[in-house]
């Protein structure tokens, strides 16, 4: 089993920047990719970014390149969301998650795939 606990997150206004950590424990050795998801109210949860717990590969949702940078410290096993000029856009509960699976080159984007989870930090940004 593997069990994620986000913190971090919190109200700023538009422009701040926020560092949203990802603390895992467990079974961390099995995990393929790590992952944090958004959602805003009445929307669907979204993927923002995903990095491999091995390797340098990344991806990001077009709506937060060059604003977000997803990182881990495996040696702490936590992974990272540092969100700079924040926009109101951004609020949601962001989630962190993790799957054991294996998709190639590319990054699962459906939520299903992922098989743990986070409770769940919120971020408030005001106009």
């Known amino acids: 089993q593997v069990r994620l606990v986000e913190s971090g997150g919190g109200l700023v206004q538009t422009g701040d920047s926020l560092n949203l950590s990802c603390a895992i424990s467990g079974r961390t050795f099995t995990i393929a990719t790590m992952a944090w998801f958004r959602q805003a109210p009445g929307m669907e949860r979204e993927l923002v970014a995903a990095i491999r717990r091995v390797g340098s590969s990344t991806y990001y949702t077009n709506s937060v390149k060059g604003r977000f940078t997803i990182s881990r410290d495996n040696a702490k096993n936590t992974v990272y969301l540092q969100m700079n000029s924040l926009k109101p856009e951004d609020t949601g509960v962001y989630y962190c998650?993790?799957?054991?699976?294996?998709?190639?080159?590319?990054?699962?984007?459906?939520?299903?795939?992922?098989?743990?989870w986070g409770p769940g930090t919120q971020v408030t940004v005001s106009s």
């Open positions: 998650a993790a799957t054991t699976l294996s998709s190639g080159s590319t990054y699962f984007s459906e939520p299903v795939r992922y098989g743990y």
